[in-house]
């Protein structure tokens, strides 16, 4: 599966962004979106389960972000409202066939990477 991550720039505090990733094939997979800031550890951030679309978010997250996917496009979505100077990152999509059932934010369940986006979050 080939991924390719895209929406990252520049925005102002409290601004909001949309990322995409674009993958060969999406139906069956799991889709997540996982942060590395410099110097820290990649961080899961979000995913959505290939079978019922359920979500999962990391707490720094909780009601500002908004993922979802389209499978007919092969897109998936991370929509960043209320963006903080702490959101600033890279941003990577990444996917896993099947359902997660123990820990969906946890990277390394996780088969196929995008290249990532950079996001970045000043005044």
């Known amino acids: 599966v080939q991924l390719q991550a895209s929406g990252g720039g520049l925005v102002q505090p409290g601004g909001s962004l949309r990322l995409s990733c674009a993958a060969s094939?999406?139906?069956?997979?799991?889709i997540g979106w996982f942060r590395q800031a410099p110097g820290k550890e990649r961080e899961g951030v979000s995913c959505?389960?290939?079978?019922?679309?359920?979500?999962y978010y990391a707490d720094s997250v909780k009601g500002r972000f908004t993922i979802s996917r389209d499978n007919a496009k092969n897109t998936g979505y991370l929509q960043m409202n209320s963006l903080k100077p702490e959101d600033t990152a890279v941003y990577y999509c990444?996917?896993?066939?099947?359902?997660?059932?123990?820990?969906?934010?946890?990277?390394?369940?996780?088969?196929?990477w995008g290249q990532g986006t950079l996001v970045t979050v000043s005044s």
């Open positions: 990444a996917t896993a066939l099947g359902d997660i059932l123990g820990a969906p934010l946890d990277y390394s369940e996780y088969d196929f």
């Open positions: 094939e999406l139906d069956y997979y799991t």
């Open positions: 959505i389960s290939s079978s019922d679309g359920s979500t």
